[in-house]
């Protein structure tokens, strides 16, 4: 099976190469045949030039540079377009989920499952962003009816075939990718994954971001406003 591993950096100069190297441990040690494809989401520190400098030693890597800062969502969604894996593995760049667990989602794929969704175990992040992620995912359950343990978990794992229709469907302009694959498909199972604490660089989720986030994806699942036509990003160059 060919994976497609997509990672969202947003200034990320500090952990990235360490990322990369763990990144190709798990890949050789595991035997995967895969592809990495880092979207940078318009960073402003050297974290483009760290990506390019890591693609001109290993043509495994490709990267999409968007023209600003989008979100996680949007970088996601851009790398899926471009992806060519019979699985898609989402992971942050930030290294509080390590690369080396990927191994778990992949077990769950080949025994059949659609998509494999990762919820942190001892979670590390700030008091104010668990509680506001609870309040938030809890109204999410209530409307959609689908419990997901951690939704927000960026480590997942997707067949292809499966977030193609997803996106065919409901669009590029997708919001909450997670609930609208728990409605597509009975196929969902989840693991747990390790969580650290961020050793390098700042959380690029503020509590007002947070909100804006919440406000957007409560705005798709109450009112069903998804908008086809219009994309999340827009790409300014293609590596790879």
Not at 71 to 94: E, F, H, N, S, Y
Not at 190 to 205: L, N
């Amino acid at each position: 099976m060919f994976l497609s591993i997509i990672i969202p950096v947003y200034n990320e100069e500090e952990n990235l190469v360490e990322l990369y190297q763990r990144l190709d441990k798990t890949i050789k040690t595991n035997d995967y045949t895969a592809e990495v494809i880092f979207v940078d989401d318009g960073s402003d520190d050297k974290s483009y030039a760290i990506l390019k400098n890591l693609y001109q030693k290993d043509k495994r890597i490709k990267i999409i540079k968007l023209k600003k800062n989008f979100g996680q969502i949007p970088a996601i969604l851009a790398g899926i377009k471009l992806a060519r894996g019979d699985a898609v593995i989402t992971l942050d760049a930030d290294l509080q989920n390590p690369p080396e667990e990927i191994p778990k989602f992949m077990e769950k794929i080949n025994q059949g499952f659609s998509a494999v969704f990762g919820y942190r175990i001892k979670r590390k992040d700030y008091f104010l962003r668990k509680i506001c992620s609870f309040v938030f995912w809890q109204l999410i359950s209530l409307k959609t009816r689908k419990k997901i343990k951690d939704p927000g978990c960026g480590f997942n794992a997707i067949k292809k075939d499966l977030i193609d229709k997803i996106i065919k469907k409901y669009g590029e302009n997708l919001k909450n990718i997670k609930h609208m694959i728990a409605k597509e498909t009975n196929s969902v199972t989840q693991v747990a994954v390790s969580h650290f604490k961020r050793e390098r660089g700042k959380s690029k989720y503020s509590f007002l971001r947070l909100v804006s986030y919440a406000l957007s994806f409560l705005k798709e699942i109450f009112l069903k406003n998804f908008t086809k036509n219009n994309l999340l990003y827009e790409i300014e160059e293609i590596l790879g």
